[in-house]
């Protein structure tokens, strides 16, 4: 049996580019939930013009459902487990946190000085607005308590290259008996 892992934190974190080299590393391919929805619905930014960042929460949740594999999948996937990279708002509902409950779920913790490099033209992210790194730094200052309290573990990335991370992430899986 393979307990997913799941990758949480801020916009920016590393969610994504640490999630597919973790899954290189495991042999398996990353499940990026924008990724989906994005299939699915269209850009982020045109769902949120659309549909308001409520829509776009509800298709983050289905999609959730949907990439958290069952009981019985997970028993029939002896050797790689799932890679699930998040959404940075993915923690706010309390269906979503029930969710990530069934796996090994790794916080990635960073701040606004590592951040600011990544975001600053960023067109990506519509809650960022024309102010990135100040609505980023409020945003995560109002999740992360969440993001805490719903982490495993919590892998501290300041200063260190997406490499580096996923091979953390996997020490502590296998550290967990995983
Ligand atoms: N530890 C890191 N060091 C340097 N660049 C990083 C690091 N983590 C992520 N990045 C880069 O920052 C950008 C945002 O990362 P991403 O994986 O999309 O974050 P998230 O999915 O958490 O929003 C990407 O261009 C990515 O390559
Ligand atoms: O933190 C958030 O509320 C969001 C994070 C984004 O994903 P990343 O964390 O991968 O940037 C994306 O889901 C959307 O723009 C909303
Ligand atoms: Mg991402």
């Known amino acids: 049996m ?26 398996t391919t990353l499940i990026d939930t924008d990724a989906r929805v994005i299939a699915a619905h269209g850009s982020i930014p045109e769902i949120f013009a659309a549909h308001g960042e409520a829509g776009f929460r ?17 028993e029939a996937r002896a050797t790689a487990p799932a890679v699930v990279a998040t959404g940075g708002g993915s923690v706010l509902a309390e269906a979503n946190r029930e969710l990530l409950a069934h796996g090994f779920c790794v916080y990635l913790l960073t701040d606004e000085a590592d951040v600011a490099q990544r975001i600053g033209a960023d067109t990506t992210r519509p809650l960022l607005g024309s102010n990135p790194l100040e609505a980023w ?42």
């Open 2 to 27: 393979s307990t997913p892992i799941f990758l949480i934190g801020p916009m920016a974190s590393g969610k994504s580019a640490v999630g597919a080299l973790l899954a290189g590393l495991l042999g």
């Open 58 to 74: 509800r298709f983050e949740s289905e999609v959730m459902a949907a990439a958290v594999p069952t009981q019985a999948q997970r």
């Open 137 to 178: 730094a409020r945003i995560f200052a109002m999740r992360s308590d969440l993001y805490e309290r719903t982490a495993t573990v919590i892998i501290d990335t300041r200063g260190k290259r997406p490499g580096q991370i996923a091979g953390a992430i996997l020490a502590a899986y296998r550290d967990a008996g995983h």
